[in-house]
């Protein structure tokens, strides 16, 4: 009692102290004043967090000031094999884990032979913190005594107050490896499962949640028994048993595998056994459909808390049926390590294992299973055909079990049934035609109601009363208003459809295209959902789904669905409705990337046809498509009819959408790289500056269309000579499409090449071919072949090639993009023309001056007229030219 009182008068007057100092300071003296004392220090920190409040609690550097100080590691030497800690001598190292590292060791008192594992400290790692989590370990393996769950041995410290943990050793695989190894049926990794809930469910009823069940955490051993090991983050519910673990648990620090985490621990809000189930139905998850449910590689940490919070994950059975249609080699494998094969597979996920899954991972902690125990009931109904408590307890359900049950018993009622199902359905048309009748005038107000309210509701959120003074962004209201829709408006499915589409075509418009087909995916279940999977505007979210695809990058995707829409409008519309237009223009942009040049230029013609047809070549709609058509025949370089269209557009699209529209903006650098093509590099200038700053101002300057002006722009002032300016140009754009559009994008590509030609021409071969490099591997993963970005990147890597004297490599790439150009190319391409100029080039260098010849004199004139005399490459093969004739 009397240290109790002595320990409370301490606490009080270093809080006391504490309260008046600044954040380092207060750091700095805490450290001092409680010395090596950690359970004075873990009621300090507690202490001063109520007071101060958790802002100041968790300040920048606090913790660290208090918690590590200035402590010796673990005085031992990199490699440990060999060494003794208290009884055990260390044989080698199993692994790592986040709070220590993990040895096998066995006993060297020789009383009797025994392997284990144990856990200490990495160096380097050595402090309080870690320490008070490494007790907490070993406290909570102390209180846990069951056949599935690694048992706590013995425990101790090393001579400079290290702590180590002594656990039973478990010589086997991880889950995950040992079912496909065996090629577990789904059955028999459903039982694995029950018995890890049954483990899980004991800890659960010890007060103490895992947090960290991943597949390396559950070793099964060769005689098939899972063991969980690795309470490391572990949590105590009751955390009054252990005073000097306060420090930790009051301070929640966010400890996770991340593609193991539920999203209550990404937020970092309170753990509960809850959140052990989610990620029991992560593992189940991905135990049997081979795949985890979402894909966090690569992603920022913002992205990976939106992805596990507020993504809903594909069904296990969707799953299969996605990665069969994407890689079906991949997905066979999958399920031959399932002793299946992927058709039975998806069969026997659909439908119970969908929704066991589905509500062990719901967002919402409380609408999950209420125990591990609950789950693996659910489990165990499952397998032997008796309705599991994730499916909604309906007659129809129940009854569906009972006959597959009882199939023989109730054959003899099925006439009965079927006859009386017959005239329960007219009845049912019946009395839904009239109530739909009777409901369409209310349905329609409703609806329009219900926009209103949800706009007027995001727009007051600018207000300052609501806003408390902060700024409002415009990408804020969306992603607020995304989430409402997403989460609201059930009972309004038209409503929530129409603004999911419309909230994810304005994040396709700003350039945040995951988001875009995000939404847009969910708008297209909707309209299926209360259309059927024929109907306009299904085919109009098909669609818009499809062109969402393409700026992304995804061409097989986008194609898909742009075909499912076409074929649907024709069918339900008509080959002349004005709705078909747009998706042909889609399909010519579709065309285009792919390099089909020729179809490309059926579709915008089609498309122009069809607004004409009702009358509407001046409407701006129609000037998109010429503006791409405009932009096909410039990449053929017939640069007179390309000016025609572009200002065709232009002029309509200045009186429709006013001088600041974006679509003004590319109108206008569309315009000017028109002009730089015939050389009027003097007009050109004017117009790359005032479409650079109408995108910057509307769109602003890391937005994929200005990204792309502003790519033009540094091409403009390669060809102007400015190699310096443009230089710095080019490399930021590259950085800023990366982000923009992701790292395999065709059009970062594209970018790369223009870098390594600027490059080349500015002395630095070596560096262009690590810029034509990445190009081609972007473009193996996103293009056809023969594609002429493609020709284009391999015409490039020749050059650089060539110009470090490696003329082997050289002619090799180089024919290789002449044998591609001449399938994708016209005759008179300049990209062609640029291949064959460097392949002469190359040749001549090799001393083959004829084979050389032809190539140049094919090639000069076509690059003097497209590039002009002054450009680099024209000059060189001018020159080489002359060598041939003078020799």
Not at 21 to 28: C, S, V, Y
Not at 222 to 237: E, N, T
Not at 433 to 456: K, P
Request: aromatic share 6%; hydrophobic share 40%.
């Amino acid at each position: 009692m009397e240290n109790g009182k002595n320990i409370h008068e301490q606490v009080t007057t270093i809080v006391a102290h504490a309260r008046g100092l600044g954040t380092r300071d207060r750091g700095e003296y805490v450290r001092r004043a409680c010395g090596a004392d950690e359970t004075l220090l873990s009621h300090v920190l507690q202490a001063l967090a109520d007071s101060l409040g958790e802002k100041a609690a968790h300040e920048q550097g606090f913790w660290d000031e208090v918690a590590v100080g200035e402590r010796n590691s673990l005085a031992l030497s990199e490699t440990l094999e060999g060494q003794l800690l208290g009884r055990y001598r260390i044989l080698r190292k199993l692994g790592s884990g986040g709070m220590g590292d993990v040895y096998l060791a066995e006993r060297a008192d020789e009383e009797y032979q025994q392997r284990v594992a144990l856990k200490i400290v990495r160096g380097g790692l050595f402090s309080p913190q870690i320490q008070s989590r490494l007790r907490m370990e070993r406290q909570i393996l102390a209180t846990l005594q069951h056949p599935n769950i690694a048992r706590l041995l013995d425990g101790g410290r090393a001579p400079d107050g290290t702590p180590y943990l002594v656990m039973e050793y478990i010589d086997g695989e991880p889950i995950d490896t040992y079912c496909d190894r065996r090629r577990l049926s789904v059955e028999a990794r459903l039982q694995l499962i029950r018995t890890i809930c049954g483990a899980v469910h004991y800890a659960h009823q010890n007060l103490i949640v895992h947090r960290d069940l991943k597949p390396n955490n559950i070793l099964i051993t060769p005689d098939g028994v899972p063991k969980l090991l690795d309470f490391g983050i572990a949590k105590l519910l009751d955390s009054r048993h252990s005073a000097h673990t306060l420090a930790v648990t009051h301070f929640e620090y966010r400890v996770m595998t991340p593609a193991h985490a539920s999203p209550e621990q990404v937020r970092g809000d309170v753990i509960t056994t809850a959140s052990d189930i989610y990620v029991l139905g992560v593992l189940l998850y991905e135990l049997l459909c081979g795949r985890r449910p979402f894909l966090l590689v690569g992603t920022s940490l913002t992205d990976m808390e939106r992805i596990i919070c507020e993504q809903e994950a594909p069904t296990p059975s969707s799953m299969v049926a996605q990665v069969n249609a994407d890689a079906p080699e991949l997905m066979a494998d999958i399920a031959s390590r399932r002793s299946t094969t992927p058709a039975r597979l998806q069969k026997q996920l659909r439908g119970d294992l969908d929704n066991i899954i589905g509500m062990a991972m719901r967002k919402d902690p409380e609408r999950r299973y209420a125990s591990a125990e609950q789950l693996a009931a659910d489990l165990e109904h499952h397998l032997t055909g008796q309705p599991v408590l994730a499916t909604r307890d309906t007659w129809l359900y129940r009854t569906r079990k009972f006959v597959k049950r009882h199939s023989f018993s109730v054959a003899a009622s099925v006439v009965a049934v079927l006859t009386l199902a017959a005239f329960s359905a007219v009845t049912y048309i019946q009395a839904q035609r009239i109530a739909a009748e009777r409901d369409v005038a209310t349905a329609e107000r409703t609806r329009a109601e219900q926009i209103s309210s949800f706009l007027v509701e995001l727009f007051e959120l600018s207000d300052p009363s609501r806003s408390r003074g902060n700024q409002v962004t415009a990408r804020e209201i969306l992603d607020i208003g995304a989430r409402r829709i997403r989460l609201g408006l059930n009972e309004q499915p038209e409503t929530r459809a129409t603004l999911l589409g419309t909230i994810g075509r304005v994040y396709g418009s700003m350039g945040l295209y995951e988001s875009s087909v995000e939404l847009l995916e969910d708008a297209l279940q909707s309209r299926i959902r209360i259309h059927g999977e024929r109907h306009p505007d299904v085919a109009l979210a098909h669609a818009n789904l499809g062109a969402a695809f393409c700026d992304r990058g995804q061409l097989d995707a986008c194609g898909e669905q742009l075909d499912r829409a076409l074929a649907m409008q024709k069918e339900l519309l008509g080959t002349e409705a004005v709705a078909i237009a747009p998706t042909l223009l889609a399909h010519g942009r579709l065309a285009q990337l792919r390099g089909e040049l020729d179809n490309a230029e059926q579709f915008f013609k089609d498309s122009l046809a069809v607004y004409r047809l009702h009358q509407q070549e001046r409407s701006s709609a129609a000037a998109s498509v010429m503006n791409e058509l405009a932009g096909l025949y410039t990449y053929r370089n017939e640069y007179e009819r390309a000016a025609t269209l572009y200002r065709a557009a232009l002029d309509i699209d200045r009186q429709a959408l006013g001088n600041d529209h974006p679509q003004v903006g590319m109108h206008v650098q569309n315009l000017g790289f028109v002009l730089q093509s015939q050389g009027k590099l003097s007009e050109a200038a004017p117009l790359f500056t005032e479409s650079l700053q109408i995108l910057s101002k509307v769109l602003g300057e890391t937005h994929p269309m200005t990204l792309d002006a502003t790519a033009n722009y540094g091409r403009f002032l390669h060809r102007r000579g400015d190699l310096q300016q443009a230089e710095q140009v080019l490399v930021r754009v590259v950085d800023l499409n990366r982000k923009a559009r992701g790292e395999q994008h065709p059009f970062v590509g594209h970018d790369l090449v223009n870098l390594g030609m600027l490059r080349v021409d500015a002395g630095n071969p070596a560096l262009a071919q690590q810029d034509f490099t990445a190009a081609l591997a972007i473009y193996a993963v996103a293009l056809p072949p023969d594609h002429p970005f493609a020709v284009s990147a391999l015409s490039g890597l020749g050059r650089a090639q060539l110009e470090q004297g490696r003329l082997e490599e050289a002619e090799q790439t180089l024919r290789k993009a002449s044998q591609l150009g001449a399938r994708s190319l016209a005759a008179d391409s300049p990209t062609l023309a640029s291949v064959h100029s460097s392949l002469g080039r190359t040749l001549l260098a090799l001393d083959r001056a004829q084979e050389a010849s032809p190539l140049l004199q094919t090639s000069y004139p076509i690059l003097a007229k497209a590039q002009g005399e002054d450009a680099a490459i024209t000059r060189r093969t001018k020159e080489a030219l002359d060598s041939v004739s003078a020799r």
